[in-house]
């Protein structure tokens, strides 16, 4: 079955679907809006979770697991929150056999569940932070959807934390976006955006919302992760009360902050290019495959002795040998580029003879070396440390090129046909959903780095403005 | 806030529910047999997972995903599967605010819409064996509920995988038992009894089950996890079809398998007492607890200055420091004994000025030692592998002891009074239903070892018997 993916320049969201399906990341399933991870794809995401979930550990946090189900009225208790929820829900009326007397919400997101528990929980300040992750699914009934981007179930991780007072709560807020861009950034080579979201932009029930915010190949954005300061919020809808040191009864500061397996779309836009997947080594399921080359019997035996022998000097690296018979060295070539494995290490016979191996790397086109075999050890960790940096630069690179700094309404419209625009807004509704309207393009953020400037007039308007927002078109 | 745990003498149910609530484990959810895992409870059953995962890959398995909602006509293809599964089933009807044209399942288990996916990407018998598992939640309508034991919604793992032939299946579904079995073993001192499940107790739609079984505190069965020889059942009713070497269309075999956070219940209720939990030192989340003890402030800085270095020798282990001020070493004694901790260090200020510590066994009441902190990185590990041996050793007593072999219907049904009886039976199921009527012991498994005995007569009705059977009260 030959395989073909469709170029970007042709037709890029056909690229981007080819490119999932042809790598096997994930396929449809036979459930509207929902979508299988396959191995290739799982093993990616096992990667994301690991390189996430260390660092929630190492900033205090720890795992649990709460329902499924959360019963109708629990989403009832926040007026903002069922507000945005409700369009989107799953709903199960029947278990058992029986109609249910209360249907069952299949969460969306679980603020109001672990409200209900946290509540329980907390008595004292003693009890104080309450500092929790979940790994889960999560359903929201999408109409338009888009592997790993946008799906009715998804995964995610979703933390939930109490705090004493608001200034501990917003502190979280931003640690946790730090965090998010830490691994952004670091392990999947994507340069990011820290910024506030706009009041219309927040989530349901947020008194503030957070995110980061990149920008794919095709120029537009995707959220990458959002961390929110709650408030009181979810406090007060669901009781959670805590004494103070002066015995008297406060309600809690709470948080909560998301990513999903977007990111890993993310992953595939910001890297990918024509021939496939190009994978950041810290989050690729295979950092090297082999291939050996062999043609008669006796290379067979030489080449495979070379490749063991290559496998096992590699100790802290995952390595995938491919040393099936049915297929050709080009044909594995051309497949685990198309799979993004960020380097290849080619072995012939000729050079075993001479102790040598070659080494392609998947993000620069044609970039091939000649290597000592004693050598591979020291040098693959090295490449790989080299190809990280390198595709977070490039990514950077490609980033700062296509964002621009519109100062009037025409620029900016100018600006978001064509990537970011960095522009002053005033903070109106009313300038934000003109440029919708007429744009498409929405605030991602206002961005917590400003860059140094002062004030400045609203692109939009021209009224005074004292921030300056990323305008773009988003996944 | 005291805590008080029923003793198990007195009401070995209660016991089991205050030990899970005490411990923090796991409390009740707002959601009708719904359950919250918290976050010692979890960290238990990330490291069950762990184990198992571990060797899932190492036997050649990869991870993926697949949907939470199956199509209700997907769960009607296999006869007997609808028939087993249809009165447990949560049923979603609307979504996104409109009754849907056809009602989604909330898998009960996935056979159903994997195999549905199995049947696209399996075209040939180079895509055979087809080796995968997820980590997922499901969702069973019960009736009568407990904690971890059985839940609405649980945590497991199932894996599903299809072969070429009905040997390989066979061989796979015996290797996946073998697996459960070692992990029982091995990180969960659980022993089991390995064997197969007689007709009327099989998976709804498997040709044939097998089982491992357990014997909890309480003398009764728990099925800690079971394998499925599914043979062409869904390979037929989902056209999972592969062409041969000989280029013609054959049907494969398939085999599911799987563990859920049940198998915390049984480390809860084989190892622990009266004081509470006794984790076995591969799941504990900390396999030892370290107790500052001081009363000024002198011996204060001095013994946590010695806790610092307990701490950093022991590489390893995972430990927890529990230096909390405002609870007293006794009480943190009967915390961490509650809490199952397999190994508790106390250092004093007397044992740090000669250079030692005192070393507390969880699963022995009473044993203490004495041992130099210049020793600790050495002995500790020892003792913990000491402990899980043990632990074992003593669960395995424990079954042997309370493991009968009636050869009459009046010992039989003594024996499952107080324990397993494993007794001969002629395979009738008769015979299965009147023990079951008159005693509410069940065939537990048909045990793959049977000892070596030759054929006998059935306890219950005394036709000849080529096999014996596990007879037990189960959970």
């Known amino acids: 079955m030959a395989k073909k993916i469709t170029p970007r320049s042709k037709d890029y969201s056909r690229w981007y679907t080819d490119v999932i399906q042809q790598a096997e990341l994930a396929d449809y399933a036979p459930v509207k809006g929902c979508m299988v991870v396959r191995p290739y794809g799982y093993a990616l995401w096992e990667n994301i979770k690991d390189g996430l979930d260390r660092r929630f550990k190492a900033t205090g946090h720890v795992n649990a697991y709460f329902p499924l189900f959360i019963p109708m009225s629990f989403l009832q208790k926040e007026a903002e929150h069922v507000e945005g929820f409700s369009p989107e829900l ?10 249910l007397e209360e249907p069952l919400v299949v969460r969306p997101t679980s603020e109001t569940i672990i409200g209900h528990m946290y509540a329980q929980w907390v008595r004292s300040y003693r009890d104080l932070p309450i500092l929790i992750n979940q790994w889960a699914n999560v359903v929201r009934w999408e109409m338009r959807t888009r592997l790993f981007l946008r799906t009715t179930e998804f995964l995610w991780q979703e933390g939930h934390t109490v705090h004493a007072t608001y200034e501990e709560a917003q502190e979280e807020t931003l640690r ?26 927040k989530f349901a029930g947020a008194d503030t919302s957070y995110s980061i915010e990149a920008m794919m190949g095709d120029k537009r954005a995707l959220q990458a992760g959002t961390s929110h300061n709650l408030g009181q919020n979810f406090a007060r809808a669901f009781e959670i009360k805590y004494l103070d040191q002066n015995n008297e009864l406060q309600y809690g500061w709470t948080t909560s902050w998301g990513v999903s397996w977007r990111i890993l779309g993310a992953v595939v836009m910001v890297h990918g290019d024509d021939q496939g997947l190009v994978l950041p080594p810290k989050l690729a399921p295979y950092q090297v495959v082999i291939v050996p080359i062999w043609r008669s019997e006796d290379e067979k035996a030489q080449v495979l002795e070379a490749t063991g022998r290559v496998k096992a000097a ?17 044909w594995k070539f051309n497949e685990w580029e198309m799979r993004g494995v960020p380097l290849r290490i080619e072995i012939g016979p000729r050079d075993v003879a001479v102790g040598q191996v070659v080494l392609a790397r998947r993000d620069i086109a044609g970039d091939k070396s000649v290597v000592p075999i004693s050598e591979l050890a020291r040098r693959v960790p090295q490449m790989l440390t080299v190809i990280q940096a390198d595709m977070l630069e490039r990514a950077r690179q490609f980033q700062k090129e296509n964002t621009y700094q519109p100062t009037t309404y025409e620029e900016l419209k100018e600006a978001v046909a064509k990537g970011f625009a960095l522009a002053y807004w005033c903070g109106d509704p009313e300038c934000e959903a003109k440029v919708k309207d007429e744009t498409k393009a929405t605030t991602r953020c206002i961005p917590l780095d400003q860059g140094g400037v002062g004030p400045g007039r609203c692109a939009i308007c021209g009224k005074e403005a004292t921030e300056r927002a990323i305008f773009a078109r988003a996944y």
């Open 90 to 99: 799953a709903v199960v009326t029947y278990g058992g056999g029986k109609e």
């Open 176 to 201: 946790m976006l730090d965090v998010y861009a830490d691994f952004a950034e670091n392990d999947a080579a994507i340069p990011v955006i820290k910024g506030r979201k706009s009041e219309s932009e």
């Open 314 to 330: 590699l100790t802290d690296v995952r390595v995938k040998v491919d040393d099936r018979e049915e297929y050709s060295p080009g």
